[in-house]
């Protein structure tokens, strides 16, 4: 079983080309054996189903993973596409959308197993303009405090008082002061509900 990489990845431009790659990227995914056939499709490189593996040279991660469970929605000029991959995000796809359909676009992602989140934005050409990785927490951190407070807590609760001060240190090398002080405050009074 695989780790599972979240990805959000949203799209922007003109409403013919967001439909089109709506309809691309709508039922056809079944269609396919193998991940690099089904984004060859989406991408306009091929317009049938009959994908030979066999044929294809290129690593089967090219697109960034095996695999890909995701859903679409749609606004106006906007496409909004978020599932998981296996092992690691859908960096080269969301890049060649950008390309294919002259999109501009952004994947946020996310792997707790991996230890590592972060984004990369592409304008319409597919070039990087923005591109930012960090560990896991970190990610989270920056993201959502309350989430990241509670991811804290959750794998708090088994450490040892030396490795909990070791983690509390590693949040403070990211974390503004006041943010480590309210995790430990929280942290300190669920501890003692639990000894109620």
Same mark, same amino acid.
């Given at each position: 079983?695989?780790?599972?990489?979240?990805?959000? #990845?949203?799209?922007? !431009?003109?409403?013919?080309?967001?439909?089109?790659? %709506?309809?691309? $990227?709508? =039922?056809?995914?079944?269609?396919?054996?193998?991940?690099?056939?089904?984004?060859?499709?989406? &991408?306009?490189?091929?317009?049938?189903?009959?994908? #030979?593996?066999?044929?294809?040279?290129?690593?089967?991660?090219?697109?960034?993973?095996? +695999?890909?469970?995701?859903?679409?929605?749609?606004?106006?000029?906007?496409?909004?596409?978020? !599932?998981?991959?296996?092992?690691?995000?859908?960096?080269?796809?969301?890049?060649?959308?950008?390309?294919?359909?002259? $999109? #501009?676009?952004?994947?946020?992602?996310?792997?707790? %197993?991996?230890?590592? !989140?972060?984004?990369?934005?592409?304008?319409? &050409?597919? !070039?990087?303009?923005?591109?930012?990785?960090?560990?896991?927490?970190?990610?989270?951190?920056?993201?959502?405090?309350?989430?990241?407070?509670?991811?804290?807590?959750?794998?708090?609760?088994? +450490?040892?008082?030396?490795?909990?001060?070791?983690? +509390?240190?590693?949040?403070?090398?990211? %974390?503004?002061? =006041?943010?480590? $002080?309210? &995790?430990?405050?929280?942290?300190?009074?669920?501890?003692?509900?639990?000894?109620?």
């Amino acid at each position: 079983m695989p780790d599972y990489c979240c990805n959000y #990845i949203s799209l922007e !431009g003109d409403v013919k080309q967001v439909k089109e790659l %709506a309809e691309r $990227l709508t =039922d056809t995914y079944d269609k396919f054996n193998y991940l690099n056939g089904w984004c060859d499709y989406v &991408l306009k490189i091929r317009d049938d189903f009959n994908y #030979i593996k066999d044929e294809d040279k290129r690593d089967s991660y090219h697109y960034g993973s095996r +695999l890909f469970d995701f859903d679409v929605d749609v606004e106006g000029d906007s496409i909004y596409i978020s !599932g998981d991959s296996a092992w690691s995000p859908m960096l080269e796809f969301t890049r060649a959308l950008c390309e294919a359909y002259n $999109l #501009i676009g952004r994947i946020e992602y996310e792997d707790r %197993a991996s230890d590592l !989140g972060g984004y990369v934005s592409y304008n319409k &050409l597919g !070039g990087i303009d923005a591109n930012e990785e960090f560990c896991f927490n970190e990610w989270i951190y920056r993201e959502d405090l309350d989430r990241w407070i509670e991811e804290l807590i959750q794998d708090f609760y088994d +450490l040892s008082d030396e490795r909990l001060f070791l983690e +509390l240190g590693d949040a403070s090398t990211y %974390a503004t002061i =006041d943010d480590v $002080l309210l &995790l430990e405050k929280e942290f300190n009074y669920r501890l003692e509900l639990n000894k109620q």
